[in-house]
């Protein structure tokens, strides 16, 4: 099995709820939206493993990963991207000697069923303003996504929300409520020029149905990867 990776490199952990854990990072090429804000690239011909400064040619192949993965020491196993969740089956084929957290834009649904065994999902949501062509429907499909990979006692889910400079308060509240019960809570990641006032305002109206937390990426105030 192979898939074709972005990069790969040990770093904390900047975003959500779990902020500041060690991770090795596992980047993967190719996603299936078009958020304005978003600052990975969708292609690669090769992938940087930053564990060893080997330039390695795509697709890597699932034995390689594997390898760093039983050797390294942290505190989990980070499937970003790009979209993971469009190579579901490259994640499946690796033996999970370190909890698998999976970073996913929630709109594969028919792949998010081959990750149950993830132990945490960081799962977007998308808001109207982030540029996704038929936000609708691929509202429809998170929603489907959060149900499957929901919050247990054995995998830990929580929903995260960018904000851009704009967006829609009531519409972030109602499409919460939809996936409150299959997380554990929510994180309001705010865009540069966000208003901050906005968002503490959308904060205190959530935390009425659920734990939401407003956290900023903070690898970038760190100066990390």
Known sequence: MKANLTEI???????????GVRQLFIRFAGCNLNCYYCDTPKTAENCLDMTSGK???????????QKLINS??????????????????FIASLNKTRPFYLETNMT???KARLLRFCDIVAGDMKVRESGVRN???????????FKILRNTRKRRTFC?????????????????Y?????????????V???????????????????????????????GVR
């Open 9 to 19: 490199f040990e770093s904390v952990q900047g975003e959500g709820f779990y902020v």
């Open 108 to 110: 594969l649904p028919e």
């Open 55 to 65: 330039i390695l040619e795509n697709p890597v192949s699932a034995e390689y990963v």
């Open 72 to 89: 390294s020491k942290v505190h989990s196993v980070c499937f970003t991207g790009g979209e993971p969740m469009l190579q579901a089956e």
């Open 160 to 176: 995260k929300i960018v904000l851009p400079e704009t967006f829609d308060a009531e519409e972030v509240i109602n499409s919460s």
């Open 178 to 190: 939809e996936i409150k019960s299959f997380v554990f809570g929510f994180v309001l990641q705010p």
């Open 192 to 222: 540069f020029g966000c208003s901050v006032d906005k968002i503490l305002m959308l904060q205190k109206r959530m935390i009425d149905f659920a734990d939401t937390r407003i956290i900023p990426q903070v690898h970038k105030y760190l």
């Open 135 to 145: 936000y609708d429907e691929i509202l429809q499909k998170t929603v489907k996504c």
